[in-house]
């Protein structure tokens, strides 16, 4: 599945001499979270230094920057934006400087009271640099309403809404904090002296650094050169728990552990369940590279059917993030997938996808599998039909572009031109995360959604879709109110 995208990554480090290049290692380990633009900001103690631009690590930062960042504290961002525009002043980590001095963020996430907000601070007179939801956090950091109170950041925590993790840096500290959902992840580590914080295990490992633990939700953690503090903005309990399962389903990386669980093997464990809830008559399995992979082994494995390549990949594409006609979009996929003929002629295929979409992607990765020589092909996907949207940051099309919204599987089926399709089902995706399997977010597959959504909230998301799309054919309406996810 690739008609979607995660929404960023973050990485944060005090407390270490090479701060600003360890970051940019952590960044690089995370950049399938974001391929946008991505930026660095440290500290010397007493003042702020940013760099960052646009296009991947390697493009927005060079050398130079690394050399003028050197400092013992950092913060850094990669970023996909859902559906904003994609500029330069919306690149991570924003640094300001207000009536509490430097403060520079990074944010992980959507806010759903963020239009809201931002229209209020408007009205009263604000100025906004940025499309970025993320600014309001700014905002209300600067305010008096909040600066008066004894912990100003836990008072302007208690009023965001949605999904959020985020890194704040002032001169002397950064704070990391998870949302009381906990739907994004965020985890601790150490190297030496140095505290590490960053949305995927896997970029602790890329710098050689220990796991510790996950941030808590509702927890604020300070790292600074005296070390680790921890204070909560919210109760524990209080707020039910939804951790995105799309993590594990596509987004992180398959070494990575989230949510209590190492990523590879929940997948193993969703194309085991798969294979048993819906076996197929086939000669071979065959992965949808890159992600289904996992899944595919573990159907391999619970099915006893053997498995190999049906696609070659090739890695010499860009990301192509703008394709704003589906026959573009057809042709990127043909692009990125040549079918093995010599493998798959004449063969009954079982292939395993994680996901299905807007199913555009998938019909065409089917077709060339078809033209190729395929004799049959049963598609078996490793996560239920997804119905409904998400408001918590990931960028799904509308619901009327799902192709689950409003079809059975059988019209499915009749579109993607397979022999027989069939979904895993709700409790075998759950049942597959052993630690948290009660503690997710499944709302885009049932609808169920976790934390509230304003009604005014659709409406904006509809706007930045809109001024997303605009940006991507290079037109820029007027829209005076859009906010764009970070
Ligand atoms: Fe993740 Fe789906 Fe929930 Fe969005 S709606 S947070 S994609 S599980």
Known sequence: MSSIHHHCGLFGIANHPAAAELTYLGLYA?????????GICSSNGGT????????????????????????PLAIGHVRYSTTGSCSESNTQPLLVTCSIGQVAICHNGNLVNAGVMRREFEQHGHIFVTTSDTEVILHMLADKRFTEKPDPLAAVLRHLCGSY??????????????????????????????????????????????????????EIVTLSESGLSSRRFVEEGVVRRAHCIFEHIYFADPSSQIFGDNVHLVRMEMGRALAREAPADGDLVVPVPNCARCAALGYHEASGIQIGRGFTTNHYIGRSFIQPTQSIRDLTVRLKLNPIRGSIEGKRLVVVEDSVVRGTTTRGKMRSLRT????????????????????????????????????????????????????????????????AHEDFCHACFTGDYPIPIDPTFQKDLFERRQLRFFDAVGIRPHSPNSAANS
Not at 58 to 70: N, V
Not at 179 to 204: F, H, K
């Open 30 to 38: 995370q950049q399938h979270r974001g391929q946008e633009s991505a």
């Open 48 to 71: 702020l230094t940013r760099r960052g631009g646009l296009g991947l690590v390697t493009d927005a930062i060079s050398q130079r920057d690394l050399e003028e960042l050197r400092n």
């Open 165 to 218: 993790c985020l890194l704040i840096q002032y001169p002397d500290r950064l704070e990391a904090v998870r949302d009381p959902s906990g739907n994004r992840p965020l985890c601790l580590g150490r190297l030496d002296e140095a505290w590490i914080v960053a949305s995927e295990t896997c970029a602790l490992d890329i710098v050689d650094a220990e796991y510790v633990r996950d941030v808590d939700p509702g």
């Open 372 to 435: 190729a020589g395929a004799k049959e092909i049963h598609l078996r996907v490793a996560s239920p039909p997804i119905r409904h949207p998400c408001y918590y940051g990931i960028d799904f099309p509308s619901r009327e572009e799902l192709i689950a919204n409003g079809r059975t599987v059988a019209q499915i089926r009749e579109y993607l031109g397979v022999d027989s399709l069939e979904y895993l089902s709700l409790d075998g995706m759950l049942a597959a995360a052993k630690t």
